[in-house]
Each structure stands twice: as structure tokens, then as C-alpha cells.
């Protein structure tokens, strides 16, 4: 009898964390939640590295002179803060971490369809991100996160082609992670999980992988031909060779908005999971909200000339181009919609993944609003290249993707780690985050109204008011970030242990222990309902 208690005590301590401890089983490891993790401690460092740099540059735009650091610096700052936050922690944050670690449980399945393939792509995306960072480090880029020509290709100095290198090989890392998921939800789906009774989150990030597959070998060529004319003076995109010089914004922007999406499918995918949840009530317009992701990701294909209405494009290219931002707000209204509907008369629960979920909900309303402003041709004349683009920008990705992707970390910590957070402390977290948020990027708004620039250290002092908010603001946000990493790694050791489903919540990854076992499931699933099954809650059963 004591014989058979130790094997069940050993079997409950079995699960992905204790399947060996060294450092070698982790580097070679094809388990699909390991390689999460592993995604999930290089995007971490990049974040803060990227922060790191927002952080002075902030302090710099506290006063009107250039008094901390001089203008070559500043622009190697804002190019490494833009260039890490954007290609190492927005694209990769949500599909390669969380999407690695939940995609295979939450379709019933015992890993991604390549795990091979799957540890390949982290092996190239912390590659290439140590490559670009060293090269940042060791003398940076001044041209800006999009390498505009002709100042990448003719005039500047700094190690363009290094960095160009090294997102051209974090680019390839993003394309095996959007085939491996691609394949993994065609062919691995649980016995009766049927297209639509997929979680949103896996449509989201099915829908984001299409984007990623598509959309990133533009990336990649246009980075090559960049790096050609850079090189081999190759006539490309320099008129006075025979190139044209609006060939690579057309090709950049090309990749560059529907990247937009790859930062923001995933979060709606995160916030369709948690609402639900929290609200105790099935999605509203499960379909439509299925819909509205592929549609979006359809939309964002058609709508890169946006971003070139003052570049000397076509008026008429220009009026389709506006027409069609217009068009993609309908999609993603219709989930703001169906999300306000799903909240309506449910049993709502403000546990901190639901504040950090509401909080997407009203700053990508916000950034959506104020998209509708710049997709306007005759606003946009004014409004481009000031602040308000800045602002915009922000709201969609800052309030947006890293909100969603906070709310997503405190959602399935548990699951991830076996241990649950203090949530008085997630509550505090999420609210600091918001404050800070709005109070550094919403003067921004009345910046670019007013016609101050961005990009420029230096500015009069009219400005100096409303800069001095959104630097007290970047302060207030950064201990809000600082916050969830102290308590979840304090969780580790301290954190009360969590059952397989903390939250009530439905889905085929909360039937699973916490931490989940290296296989997944004991044996495979069958699924014979909608993946959001909520009944009207009784009190034993809301969430604390």
C-alpha cells in the first residue's frame, strides 16, 4: 500500500518543469512548453533592454535642451528602443511564448506538428537578437526602426548593415514558428475539435501564423535589397541610379502594417479567453468574432499606403489606401462590440487578468478611434510625423499587445508555473500600468495636435509641459512593469500551489495538471462542446 502512494506521489510531481534540470536538457529540449519558456525569459531581457532606452529618452525630452545626451545619441536611442520592442518583444511576445506553451494543449494535442522545428526557430531569434543588440551596443543605427532611404543606404554611418542582418535572421525565426503552428492546427486537432469550436486565442494566432508566413519574406528581400544598394551601390532605391525611392516604403510597409496585426491578433485572441472567463458567460458572436480575426488579417494585407500619404504616392492611390483603413475598423469593432456584449449582465470578476483585459479593451478603443484620424487624408497632412502618430502607435501596441500580453502572463501563470500570484498585488500592478500609461502617452495626442515633431531632442518651450507629464508618466509605467516581475518570481518559491483550474474556467488546457505533464494528456481528448461552455454563475463558482 506505501509502495503504491509513492509511485502516485511521484506520478503527481512528474510535469514539463521536473523532466531534467540541467542546462543541457533545456538547450536541447523539443517540448513545446520548455521552448515557451525559453521564449519568455530572451523576450523578458529584451523588454527591459528596450525599456532601458525609452527610459533615457524620456528623461532627455524632460527639458528643452539636449542636456543629458547629444543628438547622435538620441537617434541611436530611439532606433534601438524601436527596432528591439518591435521585432524582439511585440512580434515574438504572444505567439512564441504563449502561443507555444497553450496552442498544442488548448487543441488537444501533445506538442507543436515540428518540435525540432519549434527549438530551431528560439535558437535563431535569440541569435539574431543578441547579433542586433551587440550591434546597437557597438555603435548603433540612427536611421530609425524602418532604415528609411536614402539616409540607411547613402548617408548614414552607423552599423546599418549588422543590424539590418540580424532582423533579416530573427525574421526566419518568425516564419518557422507561423508554419510549425499553421500545420500543428490543420493536422493535430483533438477527436471532435472542429474549426469552430477552436478558442479564439487559436484563431488568433492561426491567423496571425498566415500573416507571419506571407508577410515576412517581404521583410527579408527588401532588407537584402536595402543591404545591396548599401553595399554594392546597386541603382534600387536611388533615383540617381535608376531606382525608385518610394519602392521601399511600398515594400517595407508592406510587411510593416500587417505586422501591426501580428502584435494585436494575438492580444484579441488573449482578451476573447479571459472575458469570457471572468464574465461567467459564453462569448457573444462566437463566429462573427472567428470572422473579424480573418478579416482583419485580409484587411491588414491592403492597407500599407497609409502610411505614404505625404510621400508623393498618387492622390488616387491615396484615397483607396484611406478608404481602406477605414474598412479594417470594422473588424476590430465588431470585437470590441462583441466583447462589451459578452461583459453585459454577466458575473463580472475584477481579478487582475480581467483589469489587465479591460484595459486593452479601452486603450485599443482609443488607438482605434485615433487611427480613423490618420487613415483621414487631410488630417493626416497635418498630423504625420508629429506626436500624435507617436501616440496613436502606442496606444494600439503599448496599451494594446502588452496589456493583453500582462493579462495573458497573470491568466495562465498558474498554469505555466503550478503557483498562483498574490492577486491583491496583480490588482495594484495592473492599475499603476494604466495610470502610467495614460499619463505618458496621452499628452502625446496634444503634442502632435499642437505640430510638435517626433524624433527631435530639442524642442521650444511651449512643449515642455505636456513632455514633463509623459516623462512623469514613462516613470510610473516602468515601476508598473517592474511590479508583476518582482511577485511572479517571487511566486515561484512562495506562491500558493495552484489546482489544474484556478479559474473555472473552460478549455481543454485546464484539464491538465499545473504544471502540465511533458505529454500533455494521459490520453487525447475528446471534445463535444463549444470551446466557451460558460453557465450562468453561481457564487460558489465565481473566480477569486
Given at each position: 500500500?506505501?509502495?503504491?502512494?509513492?509511485?502516485?506521489?511521484?506520478?503527481?510531481?512528474?510535469?514539463?518543469?521536473?523532466?531534467?534540470f540541467?542546462?543541457?536538457?533545456?538547450?536541447?529540449?523539443?517540448?513545446?512548453?520548455?521552448?515557451?519558456?525559453?521564449?519568455?525569459?530572451?523576450?523578458t531581457?529584451?523588454?527591459?533592454?528596450?525599456?532601458a532606452?525609452?527610459?533615457?529618452?524620456?528623461?532627455?525630452?524632460?527639458?528643452?535642451?539636449?542636456?543629458?545626451v547629444?543628438?547622435?545619441?538620441?537617434?541611436?536611442?530611439?532606433?534601438?528602443?524601436g527596432?528591439?520592442m518591435?521585432?524582439?518583444?511585440?512580434?515574438?511576445?504572444?505567439?512564441?511564448?504563449?502561443?507555444?506553451?497553450?496552442?498544442?494543449?488548448?487543441i488537444?494535442?501533445?506538442?507543436?506538428?515540428?518540435?525540432?522545428?519549434?527549438?530551431?526557430?528560439?535558437?535563431l531569434?535569440?541569435?539574431?537578437?543578441?547579433f542586433?543588440?551587440?550591434?546597437?551596443?557597438?555603435?548603433?543605427?540612427?536611421t530609425g526602426?524602418?532604415?528609411?532611404?536614402?539616409?540607411?543606404?547613402?548617408?548614414?554611418?552607423?552599423?546599418?548593415?549588422?543590424?539590418?542582418?540580424?532582423?533579416?535572421?530573427?525574421?526566419?525565426?518568425?516564419?518557422?514558428?507561423?508554419i510549425?503552428?499553421?500545420?500543428?492546427?490543420?493536422?493535430?486537432?483533438?477527436?471532435?475539435?472542429?474549426?469552430f469550436?477552436?478558442?479564439?486565442?487559436?484563431?488568433?494566432?492561426?491567423?496571425?501564423?498566415?500573416?507571419?508566413?506571407?508577410?515576412?519574406?517581404?521583410?527579408?528581400?527588401?532588407l537584402?535589397?536595402?543591404?545591396a544598394?548599401?553595399?554594392?551601390?546597386?541603382?534600387?532605391?536611388?533615383?540617381?541610379?535608376?531606382?525608385?525611392?518610394?519602392?521601399?516604403?511600398h515594400?517595407?510597409?508592406?510587411?510593416?502594417?500587417?505586422?501591426?496585426?501580428i502584435?494585436?491578433?494575438?492580444?484579441?485572441?488573449?482578451?476573447?479567453?479571459?472575458?469570457?472567463?471572468?464574465?461567467?458567460?459564453?462569448?457573444?458572436?462566437?463566429r462573427?468574432?472567428?470572422?473579424?480575426?480573418?478579416?482583419?488579417?485580409?484587411?491588414?494585407?491592403?492597407?500599407w499606403?497609409?502610411?505614404?500619404f505625404?510621400?508623393?504616392?498618387?492622390?488616387?492611390?491615396?484615397?483607396v489606401?484611406?478608404?481602406?483603413?477605414?474598412?479594417?475598423?470594422?473588424?476590430?469593432?465588431i470585437?470590441?462590440?462583441?466583447?462589451t456584449?459578452?461583459?453585459?449582465k454577466?458575473?463580472?470578476t475584477?481579478?487582475?487578468?480581467?483589469?489587465?483585459?479591460?484595459?486593452?479593451?479601452?486603450?485599443?478603443?482609443i488607438?482605434?478611434?485615433?487611427?480613423?484620424?490618420?487613415?483621414?487624408?487631410?488630417a493626416?497632412?497635418?498630423?504625420?510625423?508629429?506626436?500624435?502618430?507617436?501616440?496613436?502607435?502606442?496606444?494600439?501596441?503599448?496599451?494594446?499587445?502588452?496589456?493583453?500580453?500582462?493579462?495573458?502572463?497573470?491568466?495562465?501563470?498558474?498554469?505555466?508555473?503550478?503557483?498562483?500570484?498574490?492577486?491583491?498585488?496583480?490588482?495594484v500592478?495592473?492599475?499603476?500600468?494604466?495610470?502610467g500609461?495614460?499619463l505618458?502617452?496621452?499628452?502625446?495626442?496634444?503634442?502632435?495636435?499642437?505640430?510638435?515633431?517626433?524624433?527631435y531632442?530639442?524642442?521650444?518651450?511651449?512643449?515642455?509641459?505636456l513632455?514633463?507629464l509623459?516623462?512623469?508618466?514613462?516613470?510610473?509605467?516602468?515601476?508598473?512593469?517592474?511590479?508583476?516581475?518582482?511577485?511572479?518570481?517571487?511566486?515561484?518559491?512562495?506562491?500558493?500551489?495552484?489546482?489544474?483550474?484556478p479559474?473555472?474556467?473552460?478549455?481543454l488546457e485546464?484539464?491538465?495538471?499545473?504544471?502540465?505533464?511533458?505529454?500533455?494528456?494521459?490520453?487525447t481528448?475528446?471534445?463535444?462542446?463549444?470551446?466557451?461552455?460558460?453557465?450562468?454563475?453561481?457564487?460558489?463558482?465565481?473566480p477569486?
Amino acid at each position: 500500500m506505501q509502495a503504491q502512494q509513492d509511485d502516485v506521489a511521484v506520478e503527481a510531481t512528474r510535469n514539463y518543469l521536473t523532466e531534467g534540470f540541467t542546462l543541457w536538457s533545456w538547450l536541447r529540449t523539443h517540448d513545446h512548453k520548455r521552448i515557451a519558456l525559453l521564449y519568455l525569459v530572451s523576450i523578458t531581457a529584451f523588454f527591459f533592454v528596450g525599456g532601458a532606452a525609452a527610459t533615457l529618452i524620456r528623461l532627455e525630452l524632460a527639458t528643452p535642451e539636449a542636456d543629458l545626451v547629444t543628438h547622435e545619441t538620441y537617434n541611436v536611442l530611439f532606433t534601438m528602443h524601436g527596432v528591439i520592442m518591435v521585432w524582439l518583444f511585440l512580434i515574438p511576445s504572444i505567439p512564441s511564448a504563449l502561443g507555444n506553451f497553450l496552442m498544442p494543449m488548448m487543441i488537444g494535442a501533445r506538442d507543436l506538428a515540428f518540435p525540432r522545428l519549434n527549438l530551431a526557430s528560439w535558437y535563431l531569434y535569440l541569435g539574431g537578437g543578441i547579433f542586433t543588440i551587440a550591434a546597437l551596443i557597438a555603435g548603433g543605427v540612427d536611421t530609425g526602426w524602418t532604415f528609411y532611404t536614402p539616409f540607411s543606404t547613402l548617408f548614414s554611418n552607423t552599423n546599418v548593415i549588422l543590424v539590418l542582418l540580424g532582423v533579416f535572421i530573427v525574421g526566419f525565426s518568425s516564419i518557422l514558428t507561423g508554419i510549425n503552428f499553421i500545420v500543428t492546427v490543420h493536422t493535430m486537432r483533438a477527436p471532435g475539435m472542429t474549426w469552430f469550436r477552436l478558442p479564439l486565442f487559436v484563431w488568433a494566432n492561426y491567423a496571425t501564423s498566415i500573416i507571419l508566413v506571407l508577410a515576412t519574406p517581404v521583410l527579408a528581400m527588401t532588407l537584402l535589397l536595402l543591404g545591396a544598394e548599401r553595399l554594392l551601390h546597386v541603382g534600387i532605391f536611388d533615383p540617381a541610379l535608376g531606382g525608385d525611392p518610394l519602392l521601399f516604403q511600398h515594400l517595407f510597409w508592406f510587411y510593416s502594417h500587417p505586422a501591426v496585426y501580428i502584435m494585436v491578433l494575438p492580444a484579441m485572441g488573449v482578451v476573447s479567453e479571459i472575458v469570457p472567463c471572468f464574465a461567467r458567460k459564453r462569448v457573444f458572436g462566437y463566429r462573427f468574432m472567428a470572422y473579424a480575426i480573418l478579416g482583419i488579417a485580409v484587411i491588414g494585407f491592403m492597407v500599407w499606403g497609409h502610411h505614404m500619404f505625404v510621400s508623393g504616392q498618387s492622390v488616387y492611390a491615396g484615397l483607396v489606401f484611406s478608404l481602406l483603413s477605414f474598412l479594417v475598423a470594422i473588424p476590430s469593432a465588431i470585437k470590441v462590440f462583441n466583447w462589451t456584449a459578452t461583459l453585459y449582465k454577466g458575473t463580472i470578476t475584477f481579478s487582475a487578468p480581467m483589469l489587465y483585459a479591460l484595459g486593452f479593451i479601452g486603450l485599443f478603443t482609443i488607438g482605434g478611434l485615433t487611427g480613423l484620424i490618420l487613415a483621414s487624408l487631410a488630417a493626416d497632412v497635418h498630423l504625420t510625423d508629429t506626436y500624435f502618430v507617436v501616440a496613436h502607435f502606442h496606444y494600439i501596441m503599448v496599451g494594446g499587445a502588452v496589456m493583453a500580453y500582462f493579462g495573458a502572463l497573470h491568466f495562465w501563470w498558474p498554469k505555466i508555473s503550478g503557483r498562483m500570484y498574490p492577486e491583491m498585488w496583480g490588482r495594484v500592478a495592473a492599475v499603476i500600468i494604466f495610470f502610467g500609461f495614460n499619463l505618458t502617452f496621452f499628452p502625446q495626442f496634444l503634442l502632435g495636435y499642437e505640430g510638435m515633431p517626433r524624433r527631435y531632442h530639442t524642442y521650444p518651450e511651449q512643449f515642455q509641459v505636456l513632455h514633463l507629464l509623459s516623462s512623469a508618466g514613462a516613470s510610473v509605467l516602468a515601476a508598473g512593469y517592474l511590479l508583476p516581475l518582482g511577485y511572479f518570481l517571487w511566486s515561484l518559491l512562495y506562491g500558493k500551489r495552484a489546482g489544474p483550474n484556478p479559474w473555472q474556467a473552460t478549455g481543454l488546457e485546464w484539464q491538465t495538471p499545473s504544471p502540465p505533464p511533458k505529454e500533455n494528456f494521459a490520453v487525447t481528448p475528446t471534445v463535444t462542446e463549444e470551446a466557451y461552455a460558460y453557465q450562468p454563475a453561481t457564487s460558489a463558482q465565481v473566480p477569486q
